[in-house]
C-alpha cells in the first residue's frame, strides 16, 4: 500500500494500534505551505497600495493566493477524507489580525518592503521544500513555475527595501543564504547563484 506522496508511507507504522496512523509526510508539508502562503497573503492584502493595481504587493497576494489553491487542490486528492480538510475561520481570523497589526506597524516605519520581504522568502522555501520532495510531475511542474514568479518578486520586494530607513548595503536573501550555510560556502558564488531554493 503506497501513501499519498507515493512513496510507502511511514504513516503506517501505527496501523493496528487503534487506528493511531501517522499522516502523510506530503500532507503536512502542503498543510504547512498553505498556512505559510495564506499568511503571508492576508499581510500582502493589509500593506497593498489601493492606489497602484499593480503593486508588488498585490501581485504577491495573487501568487501566495495562487500557491495555496495548488496545495488545496492536491489535498483534496486524497483518498482520507479527514486529509481533505482545508484552514478553519479562526486560523483566517488570526492571519488577518495579525496581518493589521504588522502592517500598521511597517507603514509608521515606512518600511513596508522591508517587513514583507522575508515572509514571502519564507513562502518560497516552503514551495521547494514541496517541490523537491514529492513525488507528482504535475505538483512539481506548478510548483517550479510558481518559483520563477516568486524569484522575480522577492527581487523586487529586495530593490524596494534598500530605499527604506535602515536599509543595508547587502541584499537580504544573501544575508539568509549565509546563515543557512556552514561555512559559509556560498559567499565566493555570484548572484545568480546565491538562489539554493528557488534555482531547481
Request: hydrophobic share 45%.
Amino acid at each position: 500500500m503506497k501513501g499519498f506522496s507515493g512513496a510507502l508511507p511511514e504513516n503506517l507504522r501505527g496501523l493496528g494500534r487503534r487506528g493511531k496512523i501517522m499522516i502523510d509526510a506530503e500532507v503536512m508539508r502542503l498543510r504547512k505551505l498553505r498556512n505559510v502562503a495564506l499568511r503571508t497573503r492576508a499581510l500582502a492584502k493589509a500593506l497593498e497600495s489601493r492606489s497602484t493595481s499593480d503593486c508588488v504587493f498585490a501581485k504577491s497576494a495573487v501568487m501566495c493566493w495562487t500557491i495555496s489553491r495548488i496545495a488545496t487542490g492536491r489535498l483534496r486528492a486524497h483518498p482520507y477524507l479527514s486529509y481533505q480538510q482545508g484552514p478553519s475561520r479562526i486560523r483566517a481570523l488570526a492571519d488577518r489580525a495579525l496581518a493589521s497589526i504588522a502592517a500598521f506597524t511597517a507603514r509608521r516605519q515606512n518600511r513596508p518592503f522591508t517587513v514583507y520581504a522575508p515572509e514571502l522568502l519564507c513562502v518560497a522555501r516552503e514551495v521547494a521544500d514541496v517541490r523537491a520532495l514529492t513525488w507528482s510531475a504535475d505538483l512539481s511542474d506548478a510548483l517550479g513555475r510558481v518559483q520563477l514568479q516568486l524569484r522575480g518578486l522577492v527581487q523586487q520586494l529586495e530593490a524596494g527595501a534598500q530605499h527604506e530607513p535602515g536599509a543595508v548595503s547587502m541584499p537580504r536573501v544573501k544575508a539568509i543564504v549565509r546563515a543557512e550555510v556552514n561555512g559559509g560556502a556560498l559567499e565566493g558564488m555570484g548572484t545568480d547563484t546565491s538562489w539554493p531554493y528557488l534555482a531547481i
